[in-house]
């Protein structure tokens, strides 16, 4: 477990570092003078994102006994079938979303990260994302007086 929270700290701490100093910069306008920068809380974020993850390559360096679990891969198999699981739902809800709309898209992350990660009872499986989805609704159509789309 030492090794995966390192490599893991290690691969969040470039990612911050990627977004701090390319993605942001492109994606964000710096906005007017005189007003906060939209820029400002993303930055915050990866921040965040960067310190929590050196924290955690810290703790896990100085730690001083090494788990007997270290022995084998730092990722396991499973692991990263429960990755690719996920990338799949990922992928086919971006497919209705560009394709479809962003309902169906919506619903497909809830149920198939559900039906991913072992959820198998049927009301869970229909409340939440009815529940999630008409929340949503209700908050850009109702209360916002916007479309999602």
Aim: aromatic fraction near 4%; proline fraction near 8%.
């Amino acid at each position: 477990m030492r090794r995966a929270n390192i490599i893991s700290g290690v691969i969040l701490a470039i990612f911050g570092l990627v977004m701090l100093a390319v993605v942001i910069p492109l994606q964000i306008d710096p906005g007017p003078d005189g007003m906060m920068s939209p820029r400002l809380v993303p930055g915050m974020m990866m921040g965040v994102v960067i310190a929590l993850s050196l924290l955690l390559v810290i703790n896990n360096i100085r730690a001083k006994e090494p788990e007997a679990a270290d022995a084998g891969p730092p990722i396991s198999r499973n692991e990263l079938l429960a990755l690719a699981k996920i990338g799949a739902v990922f992928g086919a809800a971006i497919l209705l979303y560009l394709l479809v709309s962003p309902l169906p898209a919506g619903a497909v992350i809830v149920i198939g990260a559900l039906v991913a990660l072992g959820e198998r009872r049927p009301l869970v499986l229909i409340a939440m994302p009815a529940g999630l989805l008409a929340a949503i609704w209700f908050l850009f159509y109702k209360v916002l007086g916007t479309g999602i789309v």
